[in-house]
Antibody, heavy 117, light 109 residues
Framework: EALLVQSGGGVVQPGESLRLSCEAS????????VAWVRQSPGKGLEWVSA????????YYADSVKARFTVSRDNSEKTIFLEMTNLRVDDTAVYYC??????????WGQGILVTVCS | QSALSQPASMSGSPGQSITISCTGS?????????VSWYQQHPGKAPRLILY???HRPSRVSDRFSGSKSGNTAYLTISGLLAEDEADYFC?????????FGRGTRLTVL
């Protein structure tokens, strides 16, 4: 069974940085793209970033471009989201999710990132 | 602005059928077959229930079905059960653009 387990997150002040991790198991990680999706009460689900199976291609939403960096270590079966210069409106539950096609399955359990002063 | 519009809330009684709509305003949505649907229970992660409009993962009950006409996709849940009470999100992916609807809260009365 494909499974994604997330770690990282927490409470930071505006301008600070945080790194999220997403450990995959139960499937050949290098075969699949992985995306990050966040959910905040005011905005619903928002696609944030994605990385190809090889890690050679990355994508970002305009709202996080130049501040967030997605990467992966397939040998460690882990995908990372490095978030810098965090803003209050980055506060959300962040999910990593596998993209086998034009859909997302499965999803990690989610991790809360709170940015406040 | 591109968007996927869903009703904020719907309700139904056990055993009934309900249909949730998802209307896209983005260019290409009417030709797009890359519509997926997700179920989310409170405090839980979203779960895929339909992909490519009407395809269902093997683990998902056949009470869930999907269709699309023009710029509107539909999720139908038949034989409502109490466990179907959840939020439902549609999603569309065109090229590298991924959109989600704001979600429909389904209440099973």
């Amino acid at each position: 069974e494909a499974l994604l387990v997330q770690s990282g997150g927490g409470v930071v002040q505006p301008g600070e940085s945080l790194r999220l991790s997403c450990e995959a198991s139960g499937f050949s990680i290098g075969t699949y793209a992985v995306a990050w999706v966040r959910q905040s009460p005011g905005k619903g689900l928002e696609w944030v970033s994605a990385i190809s199976g090889s890690g050679n291609v990355t994508y970002y939403a305009d709202s996080v471009k130049a501040r967030f960096t997605v990467s992966r270590d397939n040998s460690e079966k882990t995908i990372f989201l490095e978030m810098t210069n965090l803003r209050v409106d980055d506060t959300a539950v962040y999910y990593c999710t596998r993209g086998p096609g034009h859909w997302f399955d499965p999803w990690g359990q989610g991790i809360l990132v709170t940015v406040c002063s | 602005q591109s968007a996927l519009s869903q009703p904020a809330s719907m309700s139904g009684s056990p055993g009934q059928s309900i249909t949730i709509s998802c209307t896209g305003s983005t260019n290409g949505f009417d030709d797009d077959d890359y519509v997926s649907w997700y179920q989310q229970h409170p405090g839980k992660a979203p779960r895929l229930i339909l992909y490519e409009v009407s395809h269902r993962p093997s683990r998902v009950s056949d009470r869930f079905s999907g269709s699309k006409s023009g710029n509107t996709a539909y999720l139908t849940i038949s034989g409502l059960l109490a466990e179907d009470e959840a939020d439902y999100f549609c999603s569309s992916q065109i090229d590298i653009t991924v959109l989600f609807g704001r979600g429909t809260r389904l209440t099973v009365l």
